[in-house]
């Protein structure tokens, strides 16, 4: 708990102070999509970490939030901040109505649900072409105002702030579930449902909350991604987003809250990194996957895990 | 306290448990015996709702639990145990009994994502309480090791702090001492003794332990092929022609 605290507090000063250090534009983008996928990370970590269910359609509420905050901007004119509270509200809505429907499987039955709910979501964005344009996707969400005269640079820059300030508010949140009753009732279910029960913890109801919050999370995600991007398509409830969430959250260690901050980092700079392989770039980062699995099945900070809470003896 | 009227539970074309029907008193120690197959751990499932009866009644001082669902059951103060692993094997023992201390733990949703003073102090005394009772059952020197490292008669310790620390009323133990020499099912039995009373309102309790069943139990329901065979004292049980017959058979003619 406490070395959590203090190495999430460190990341934060460390994030604060990197841009001030004069980068190129590029390593800030890169610096955006590590935001990016944090606070997807964060979220799905709450699912798979915590919970204990393997959820393969959190794309959905990615995609959510990406589609609410894109037809907010463009339609209504709507400006990023409340379009991104928006997508967190709108998402934790859809969370609630999805969860609620497949909370009630487990294990591999909750997976392949979870999937057809990413995917249908996928197909009505492709296809109701009056709300989403289709396939074309929604382009030309307009920038914040007072990036109007900034370079290019200093945009990204902002963006990376807002990022920051997003992935903070999320990283809080997962914190205080993690280390209050909420958190305890969650992985007491994920260790043993049985017990959870005799000892009157309702599995449905704490399951149902830590996905709603995940949600949310993906859709403040979502938000961030569509205004940075200034585009949303269907891919956005694609396979391969999933699978990044996976990777990193897998690969940082799941059930803790630093793997979900540390796996992003490293997958988005082994992705930007691997560019270079061309078609390559895949097999190697299979062989990466592979190998984490096969050495540090816990993932990188599973030693966290192990050690949760000690009661400070007087 | 708790009143059980004619349960009946049918899996497909077996009768598991059959009117099965018996009473437990504030301050009462009962054991629930039979030779394996009797039905007692699905009376078990069916008082605190895991199972729910074809046909009968629970009531727990005077609510109808019948239909309730187990957490429900769980917050009226009837708190059961399991035959395998009644623990959280990955986290340590200060960690099990304080998740189960989860009831006296909760607040609103809105608190446990911004705490105010209230809830830090709350925190603390369920902290506070759990080591206090990891304390009473002598685990205290083991409060930082996972549960799965405990030995076994450790783990059965851990097994009814866990159940202990949700704060019941009516504690149904499943078969603490299984596996348990004799000294450790001794000094479990001093244990579970001070309970009544002092932690618990009552104790059921199911058990192949005779000695242990004998020394702690007021009273002792015997079930055979899922009927209730007989009830009476620890002596009456004792010496029952009938429930000899049920454990060991009859002598051949």
Redesign the interface.
Known sequence: MIFERRFLLGALAIAIVFPLLGWSEYVIHVGVLIMFSIMLATGFNLIVGYVGEFSLGHTAFLGIGAYTAALLSSSLGMPIFFNIAAAAVVAAIAGFFIGAVTLRLRGPFFVIVTLCFAEVLRIVANNWVALTNGPMGIAGIVKPAWMAQQTALQQKIDFYYIGLALVTVCVY?AY??VY???G??V??IR??R??????????YSYSL?AFVVASAMAGVAGAFYAHYVSYVGPEVFGFPFMISMIIMVLLGGKGTLIGPVIGPVIVVLLEEYLRDFKDLRFSIFGLVIVAVVLFVPQGLMGFVA?R????A?K | MLQVDNITKNFGGITAVADVSFAINKGEVVSLIGPNGAGKTTCFNLI?G?YRPTAGRVQFEGTDITAF????V??LGV????QK????????V??NV??????H???S?LR????GKA?RVR?KRV?DE??DLIETLGLLAR??T?AESLSCGELRLLEVA??L??GPRLLMLDEPAAGLNTQEAERLADILKQLVGTRVDALLLVEHNMSLVMSVSHRVVVLNFGRKLMEGSPEQVRNSAEVIEAYLGKPVE
């Open positions: 949140f205080r579930f209050s009753f909420l305890r009732a992985v007491t260790e043993n049985f017990v959870a029960q005799s000892v009157g913890i309702w599995p909350l192990a949760r809470e000690q009661y003896r | 605190t895991f669902d187990p957490h429900r769980a917050r708190v059961r145990t399991f692993t009644n623990v959280l094997p990955r986290l340590n200060f960690e304080l998740a189960a201390r989860h009831l733990g909760e607040t949703i446990a994502f911004f705490p809830v925190e902290r759990a080591a409060i930082d996972p866990v159940a620390s949700a």
